[in-house]
């Protein structure tokens, strides 16, 4: 089971760092997706983790977000900064294990496990 939380509202510019918990995974080796949804848009990767430290980004997000992991607490972490309008939606964590292949990483089909998502709303 993958929880997010963090999400909320915050004015243009602002920060938000979202949390996944992965809950019951007795793995120590998988990978850890961000994605998004926005208003009337498909589903699109932002940032992945593996267990290892491999990270990936998405070039909308990269510079402004930053993904990390605490293996020990089998959370991860989404640090997003200077956001803007267009970053409202939801945000998922998903997760897979073992992690595919790296060119894989950063795309939806590669996920076994989803969280239920977190609202992220971004005034100007």
């Known amino acids: 089971q993958l929880v997010e939380s963090g999400g909320g509202s915050v004015h243009l510019g602002g920060s938000l760092r979202l949390s996944c918990v992965l809950s019951g995974f007795t793995s120590d080796d998988y990978a850890i997706g961000w994605f998004r949804r926005a208003p009337g848009k498909e589903r699109e990767a932002l940032s992945a983790?593996?267990?290892?430290?491999?990270?990936l980004y998405a070039e909308s997000v990269k510079g402004r977000f930053t993904i990390s992991n605490d293996n020990a607490k089998k959370t991860m972490y989404l640090q997003m900064n200077d956001l803007q309008p267009e970053d409202t939606a939801v945000y998922y964590c998903?997760?897979?294990?073992?992690?595919?292949?790296?060119?894989?990483?950063?795309?939806?089909?590669?996920?076994?496990?989803w969280g239920q998502g977190t609202q992220v709303t971004v005034s100007s």
């Open positions: 983790i593996t267990s290892g430290g491999t990270t």
């Open positions: 998903a997760a897979v294990s073992p992690p595919p292949d790296l060119g894989k990483l950063l795309r939806q089909s590669a996920y076994d496990y």
